[in-house]
């Protein structure tokens, strides 16, 4: 197989990065599982915008403290400036945020905000946009959309990236050759036993990563969302309470039914609170009490979250919600510049898989659909005016290597953990 671009992952990040580049490039995008099965199909509250000129300041200094002043200045320079022209791109494309009356979007609010920015479609943004991107991409005859297929290794080349070692839907290994190739692998949480994540997002690219010396940065840097929904049972994805709930107004409380904390406090704050409390009570779990929000705006603006806890058995309009904080997002990753690009020649990665310290330490809410989207159009922009590559034939590939998937992702996964609890430990 021979692709000008390789894109591993059909998440926002992925899916946006194959609409930038040039419609006369051959452009193969691979997703481990069904193209739905992404986290940016189950994004929530919404996307951040610098909605004026007058809330530059105020839009930086947020995004700053909530990541404890870590964040690399010019990414979030970036990611602030780029946030306009990326929303054009995704309204060009079909997107349809929320808007009043006259037209004009209206902005939520999520915690560590100082100011209403941000843009969503009811309690469902990512679906309305990654849909829409899907759809966009599916139109365009140059991108070749092949799902269940997994990538299992880069092939290096006099230390550059000349194409992956991928298992196709056959549950054949294969090799690909690509000019460049595009990790927008996403997060990391099905390493974890408690995330809001999807089970097969384990860190692939960052186990690569570690195999060929490319570097990484701050693996170490994980985020715990605050209020996911509490079963005592379930093994499975926990479902995210969006914090845009707490922004419209809902309200924490212990086991005697007594507010103990702000609950527009970042991420990583709150949910230092919530473990205290709960070790507190004696509990695995708080309340969360959605009632403050007025019912007509709750089932406008939050109909998913709504109708999901009346499946789990609770009236959100009528009673108080169990929540607990587990794994939700990966602020490290595979070490980027402001394009996208890796250590390793021709070797991008853009999206949550991806690091320049734009979150720093904690993310900013609502920052991450924006980032992903700026960062993957930068890089679809860099690989665009690369000088053209020099095509030599693959060089030979052991596929017998590959031939244990199970033992291979045994490995990575046990890599990728060893690598964040060293950071750790060396904090
Ligand atoms: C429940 C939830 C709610 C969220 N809400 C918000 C929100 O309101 N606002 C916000 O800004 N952010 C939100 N986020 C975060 C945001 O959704 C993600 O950070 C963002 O969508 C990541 O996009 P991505 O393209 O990097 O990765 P993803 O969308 O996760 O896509 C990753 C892709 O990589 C593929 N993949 C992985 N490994 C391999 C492999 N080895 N081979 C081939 N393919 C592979 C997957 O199949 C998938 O297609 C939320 C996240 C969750 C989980």
């Given at each position: 197989m021979e692709t000008d671009i390789l894109i591993v992952g059909s998440g926002c990040s992925g899916l946006y990065c194959a609409l930038c580049l040039p419609d006369d490039k051959k452009i193969t995008v691979i997703t481990k599982s069904a193209v739905e099965e992404s986290d940016s199909f189950l994004a929530q509250g919404g996307i951040c915008v610098l909605k004026d000129e007058s809330d530059f300041d105020s839009f930086f200094e947020d995004t700053l403290k909530a990541g404890h002043y870590e964040n690399d200045r010019e990414s979030v320079k970036i990611m602030i400036e780029s946030s306009r022209d990326v929303i054009s791109d995704l309204v060009g494309f079909g997107v349809d945020f929320c808007r009043d009356d006259d037209g004009n979007f209206r902005y939520t609010r999520e915690g560590a905000h100082s100011q209403s920015r941000i843009l969503y479609h009811k309690d469902i943004t990512g679906r309305e946009i990654t849909s829409k991107l899907l759809a966009r991409a599916r139109e365009r005859a140059n991108i070749k959309i092949l799902e269940n297929t997994t990538l299992l290794d880069i092939i290096e080349q006099s230390g550059e990236c000349v194409g992956a070692v991928i298992l196709n839907n056959h549950g054949e290994t294969k090799t690909i050759k690509a000019d460049f190739t595009v990790l927008a692998?996403?997060?990391?949480?099905?390493?974890?036993?408690?995330?809001?994540?999807?089970?097969?997002?384990?860190g692939d690219a960052l186990a690569i990563a570690l195999d060929h010396g490319i570097a990484l940065k701050n693996p170490d840097y994980v985020q715990i969302h605050p209020t996911t929904l509490y079963s005592p049972n379930d093994r499975d994805r926990c479902f995210l309470i969006s914090e845009s709930v707490r922004g419209e107004g809902a309200k924490l409380y212990n086991k005697n039914m007594e507010r103990f904390v702000d609950e527009l406090l970042p991420r990583d704050l709150l949910t230092k609170a919530i473990h205290k409390q709960m070790a507190l009570d004696g509990s695995n779990f708080v309340w969360e009490d959605l009632?403050?929000?007025?019912e007509d705006i709750l089932r406008e603006h939050f109909p998913n979250i709504v109708e999901h806890c009346r499946s789990k058995g609770y009236d959100v309009t009528k009673q108080c919600i169990p929540v607990v904080p587990a794994q939700h997002y990966f602020m490290g990753g595979v070490k980027i510049d402001h394009f996208g690009k890796t250590s390793m020649p021709n070797l991008y990665a853009v999206g949550?898989?991806?690091?320049?310290?734009?979150?720093?330490k904690n993310r900013l809410a609502s920052n991450s659909l924006l980032e992903s989207l700026v960062f993957a159009k930068r890089a679809a922009r860099d690989i665009n005016q690369h000088p053209a590559i020099d095509h030599r034939p693959l060089p030979p590939v052991d596929l017998n290597r590959y031939a244990d998937i199970k033992a291979l992702e045994r490995r990575y996964k046990k890599i990728v953990l060893e690598e964040i609890n060293r950071r750790n430990e060396n904090v």
């Open positions: 692998t996403g997060g990391i949480g099905g390493l974890f036993k408690h995330s809001t994540n999807f089970r097969h997002l384990t009632r403050p929000i007025p949550e898989t991806a690091c320049n310290s734009v979150h720093g």
